[in-house]
């Protein structure tokens, strides 16, 4: 598959939100703001590592299964799988109908022991334009364990 097809594509469902994002392989591959022809954002995953014996790039590497949280919405649930089975990142992702915002939960789910020694990344790439007053800001919630923890992205103007 090449990167310029789609898995899916996302905005709220009013009028007002200048939002728009798409997927691919597990990703999100752009973001657009304030209209569907000016893209801020290139792409925006996790690199997953335990910092002795792999690396995983989301897209190059793991496993993608996408879903619609719901018939009557364009958010989307994306599950990313460690190629044996040991890890899994899966991604709830959705706009904010009120703001300009795309918003990213994550959790990381597999065997205790094996989460415990990872090491999770999140690479972001905007898209860089010199005549733009517009801005994207990338907001991370971090924690310390992967216990029943979630963890957001946000994506916002």
């Not at 703001?33 to 690199?47: A, K």
Request: hydrophobic letters at 35%.
């Amino acid at each position: 598959m090449d990167s310029w097809s789609k898995d899916g594509v996302g905005t709220a469902y009013a009028a007002s939100s200048p939002i728009w994002f798409t997927l691919w392989n597990g990703i999100i591959t752009e973001v657009y703001y304030p209209t569907v022809d000016r893209p801020q954002l290139r792409d925006l995953q996790y690199l997953i590592t335990d910092g002795k014996s792999f690396f995983h790039e989301e897209k190059r590497h793991l496993k993608s299964k996408f879903e619609r949280l719901s018939d009557h919405t364009l958010g989307y649930r994306c599950t990313n799988s460690d190629p044996e089975g040991r890890s899994s990142v899966v991604k709830e992702i959705i706009t904010d109908a009120h703001l300009a915002c795309v918003l990213q939960r994550k959790r990381l789910t597999g065997d205790e022991l094996f989460l415990s020694q990872l090491k999770l990344y999140a690479l972001c790439a905007p898209r860089c334009r010199a005549e733009s007053t517009d801005s994207i800001h990338l907001f991370w919630t971090v924690s310390n364990s992967w216990e029943g923890r979630d963890h957001m992205v946000e994506v916002r103007q």
